[in-house]
């Protein structure tokens, strides 16, 4: 039930779309960080060989476990992900069906990742799952400021522009982007855009920010008991998230690009850019913080820097 409960879903153009690309991605990523270490790594379609290993494999629910939750859970993660990733608009290629909102929408779903992680710790009855879960709340509490002032940055500078107040869909603001130029060359966004791309690593669970599922530390916490195609899921959902986050970054800073095929391949090399950038050189430079290191971080200069660019904003209108 749990593999195919979400199978409309994954065999729809996009979200099978969505879900080979994001595990290239990763595969991208795993053969950078190897190259990074003088390593030759694994081959670039090791994810697959993963997720079709796993889905063979039997699902062990641990004793003591509410069976039908902690089955339902990677389930329920992946499928916030893959409706988030058809609500995110491509320059001149793609247009949501909805046309007011969208933004907010896509803010909870990427909430849904988080909370299930946080629940698959607690429900697991594992005291790595549950140390794992007062990690993940905690960086959850602390990254979700910067991201919702760099979210209202936008849109506020969307709605502004546009002799309103606010706009929360996300198809405007592209659409604004491509008639008066992307954020990304505009100085006055980038305090907002630094909060996006701080927001980013936390986000996605990669050092120095993989605190909540650190292998040397907790043993994957929350996913520790986890085995079978439930796993498999899981990491369905850590390649998905991290395409999510991309594509919305991109869609908010530098949505411009052509229209036709050409378009498709220029938006597929954005999303391979920035995850490279934010995310496999980062994973390459830095070892993991504490965290309370992580906690205060966030509370800081990400904050600070979502602050100074909604300011920023209000004073340019």
């Known amino acids: 039930?749990?593999?195919?409960?979400?199978?409309?879903?994954?065999?729809?153009?996009?979200?099978?779309?969505?879900?080979?690309?994001?595990?290239?991605?990763?595969?991208?990523?795993?053969?950078?960080?190897?190259?990074?270490?003088?390593?030759?790594?694994?081959?670039?379609?090791?994810?697959?060989?993963?997720?079709?290993?796993?889905?063979?494999?039997?699902?062990?629910?641990?004793?003591?476990?509410?069976?039908?939750?902690?089955?339902?859970?990677?389930?329920?993660?992946?499928?916030?992900?893959?409706?988030?990733?058809?609500?995110?608009?491509?320059?001149?290629?793609?247009?949501?069906?909805?046309?007011?909102?969208?933004?907010?929408?896509?803010?909870?779903?990427?909430?849904?990742?988080?909370?299930?992680?946080?629940?698959?710790?607690?429900?697991?009855?594992?005291?790595?799952?549950?140390?794992?879960?007062?990690?993940?709340?905690?960086?959850?509490?602390?990254?979700?400021?910067?991201?919702?002032?760099?979210?209202?940055?936008?849109?506020?500078?969307?709605?502004?522009?546009?002799?309103?107040?606010?706009?929360?869909?996300?198809?405007?603001?592209?659409?604004?982007?491509?008639?008066h130029g992307a954020f990304l060359f505009d100085p006055w966004m980038w305090p907002a855009l630094a909060a996006y791309v701080l927001f980013m690593p936390a986000n996605l669970g990669i050092a120095p920010f993989d605190i909540p599922e650190a292998e040397s530390e907790v043993l994957e916490g929350p996913i520790l008991e986890y085995t079978g195609p439930a796993l498999a899921l899981f990491h369905l959902m850590s390649a998905l998230k991290t395409l999510v986050v991309v594509a919305l970054g991109i869609t908010l800073f530098f949505p411009n690009g052509p229209a036709g095929f050409a378009g498709i391949l220029v938006f597929l090399v954005k999303c391979l850019m920035v995850s490279c950038l934010c995310k496999t050189l980062l994973r390459a430079m830095v070892g993991r913080m504490r965290i309370d290191q992580a906690f205060v971080f966030y509370l800081k200069w990400p904050e600070l820097l979502g602050v100074i660019g909604l300011i920023s904003v209000i004073a340019q209108a």
Request: some cysteine; overall charge positive.
């Open 1 to 179: 039930m749990m593999t195919t409960m979400f199978a409309p879903l994954m065999i729809f153009p996009l979200g099978a779309a969505a879900l080979i690309f994001s595990l290239w991605l990763k595969g991208v990523d795993r053969i950078l960080i190897a190259r990074l270490q003088r390593r030759i790594g694994p081959p670039m379609l090791q994810p697959f060989f993963d997720i079709i290993k796993l889905m063979r494999k039997q699902t062990l629910v641990p004793h003591g476990a509410p069976r039908a939750l902690f089955l339902a859970l990677p389930a329920i993660g992946v499928g916030s992900l893959l409706i988030a990733i058809t609500l995110i608009p491509i320059a001149q290629i793609y247009q949501p069906a909805i046309a007011f909102g969208d933004l907010l929408v896509v803010l909870y779903l990427l909430t849904v990742p988080a909370v299930v992680l946080m629940l698959a710790g607690s429900c697991s009855g594992s005291v790595y799952g549950a140390i794992g879960f007062s990690r993940e709340m905690a960086l959850v509490l602390a990254y979700e400021g910067p991201l919702l002032l760099a979210l209202a940055s936008v849109a506020l500078k969307t709605g502004l522009a546009q002799g309103g107040w606010v706009t929360f869909s996300l198809s405007e603001i592209v659409a604004y982007q491509q008639q």
